[in-house]
């Protein structure tokens, strides 16, 4: 885990290391405990499912937590498209949701 000013660093340095890459509907920050590239679901469960995209969305803190429990999260269309993305960069944990396709509706 790591602190929000990491977390936002790290995201930087993400967005840069999958600029252009298939399949990568958004990338933002949540909060663990998460295990390093792992799938999410909606509730934040590790196992896969259907949620919004996080395109530069950070949830509110929650006061309970401590200030280093802050992941990456990364939006991906399919499983296929989950593989190719960093267990962690910059030592911060990346967790995956498979969105499906995101777009107007």
């Given at each position: 885990?790591?602190?929000?000013e990491?977390?936002?660093?790290?995201?930087?340095?993400?967005?840069?290391?999958?600029?252009?890459?298939?399949?990568?509907?958004?990338?933002?920050?949540?909060r663990?405990?998460?295990?390093?590239?792992?799938?999410?679901?909606?509730?934040?469960?590790?196992?896969?499912?259907?949620?919004?995209?996080?395109?530069?969305?950070?949830p509110?803190?929650?006061?309970?937590?401590?200030?280093?429990?802050?992941?990456?999260?990364?939006?991906?269309?399919?499983?296929e498209a989950?593989?190719?993305l960093?267990?962690?960069?910059?030592?911060?944990a990346?967790?995956?949701?498979?969105?499906?396709?995101?777009?107007?509706?």
């Amino acid at each position: 885990m790591a602190s929000l000013e990491q977390a936002r660093e790290a995201k930087t340095a993400l967005k840069h290391a999958l600029a252009g890459h298939d399949g990568v509907t958004g990338i933002g920050l949540t909060r663990g405990p998460a295990d390093p590239g792992v799938a999410a679901d909606a509730a934040g469960v590790r196992d896969g499912g259907a949620a919004a995209q996080a395109e530069d969305v950070e949830p509110a803190q929650d006061l309970e937590q401590p200030d280093d429990t802050w992941c990456l999260q990364v939006n991906v269309v399919d499983t296929e498209a989950q593989d190719r993305l960093p267990a962690e960069i910059d030592g911060v944990a990346v967790v995956v949701r498979v969105t499906g396709q995101v777009g107007a509706g």
